[in-house]
C-alpha cells in the first residue's frame, strides 16, 4: 500500500499569512493527490484534484503543486473560515490512502 | 444539485452486523463510482473501498476485505455498505462519496456521514 505523510501535523497561522502544507508519497503516484478540507462534524469537501486543479466553486486563494512523490498545498492569504483539517488523499492505486491530516488553526 | 443521503446513525452490538444505505439525487448513478470513508471519533480519515455503480464491480481495503460488503441498487439510486462481525474499534462515522475516475480519481460530492457505534 502506498504510505501518505503529511506535515505539519498542526500549524497555528495568522488571518493573511500565506500557508503551506506537504504531502509525501512512498513511492511515485504521479499527480494522482487530492485535497480535502474537513470542518468539525461536517464531511470533507474536494477542494484540489489531480494535483492542481482548483475544484468548481473553491476559492483561488487555494492551490496545489507536485508531483511524482512529493506535493504542496498552499493557502495564500489565510482567512478565519478555513480553520479546518486538510487531508491529502491519492488515487494512483487502491487503496486510495489519505495523510494523517493537518489540523489548521487561528494565532 | 448533487446530493448523496445517508440514512440514520446505528448502534450494533459486538459480532453484530450493520449496513448503511446512500441514496444518490441530481446525477446518472451509474456514471460514477461510490467511495465508503470512515472516521473514528478524533481520528483520521480511512478508505475503505469502492463500487462502480454501473458494473457492480468492487474494490476493498485488504483489512476490511472479509467483513465489508458493498452493493448497489441501480433502480432506486443507492449503494450500501454492510459491515460484518463488528468489534467496538468500528465505531465510527462512515461516509459514502461521489467518485470520478478519469486518470485520477476524486471524491466531489459526500453523503452527510452516519455514525455507527457499536457498544454492548
Known amino acids: 500500500d502506498i504510505q501518505m505523510t503529511q506535515s505539519p501535523s498542526s500549524l497555528s497561522a495568522s488571518v493573511g499569512d500565506r500557508v503551506t502544507i506537504t504531502c509525501r508519497a512512498s513511492?511515485?503516484?504521479?499527480?494522482?493527490l487530492n485535497w480535502y478540507q474537513q470542518k468539525p462534524g461536517k464531511a470533507p469537501r474536494l477542494l484540489i484534484y489531480?494535483?492542481?486543479s482548483l475544484q468548481s466553486g473553491v476559492p483561488s486563494r487555494f492551490s496545489g503543486s507536485g508531483s511524482g512523490t512529493d506535493f504542496s498545498f498552499t493557502i495564500s492569504s489565510l482567512q478565519p473560515e478555513d480553520i479546518a483539517t486538510y487531508y491529502c488523499?491519492?488515487?494512483?492505486?487502491?487503496?486510495?490512502?489519505f495523510g494523517q491530516g493537518t489540523e489548521l488553526g487561528i494565532k | 444539485q448533487v446530493q448523496l443521503v445517508q440514512s440514520g446513525a446505528e448502534v450494533r452490538e459486538p459480532g453484530a452486523s450493520v449496513k448503511v444505505s446512500c441514496k444518490a439525487f441530481g446525477y446518472t448513478f451509474t456514471g460514477y463510482y461510490i467511495h465508503w470513508v470512515r472516521q473514528a471519533p478524533g481520528q483520521g480519515l480511512e478508505w475503505m473501498g469502492w463500487?462502480?455503480?454501473?458494473?457492480?464491480?468492487?474494490i476493498y481495503e485488504k483489512k476490511f476485505q472479509d467483513r465489508v460488503t458493498m452493493t448497489r441498487d441501480t433502480s432506486i439510486s443507492t449503494a450500501y455498505m454492510e459491515l460484518s462481525r463488528l468489534r467496538s474499534d468500528d465505531t465510527a462515522v462512515y461516509y459514502c462519496?461521489?467518485?470520478?475516475?478519469?486518470?485520477?480519481?476524486?471524491?466531489?460530492?459526500w453523503g452527510q456521514g452516519t455514525l455507527v457505534t457499536v457498544s454492548s
Open positions: 489531480t494535483a492542481s
Open positions: 463500487i462502480n455503480a454501473n458494473s457492480g464491480g468492487t
Open positions: 488523499q491519492q488515487s494512483y492505486s487502491a487503496p486510495h490512502t
Open positions: 513511492q511515485s503516484i504521479k499527480n494522482y
Open positions: 462519496a461521489r467518485g470520478y475516475c478519469s486518470g485520477d480519481c476524486y471524491s466531489d460530492s
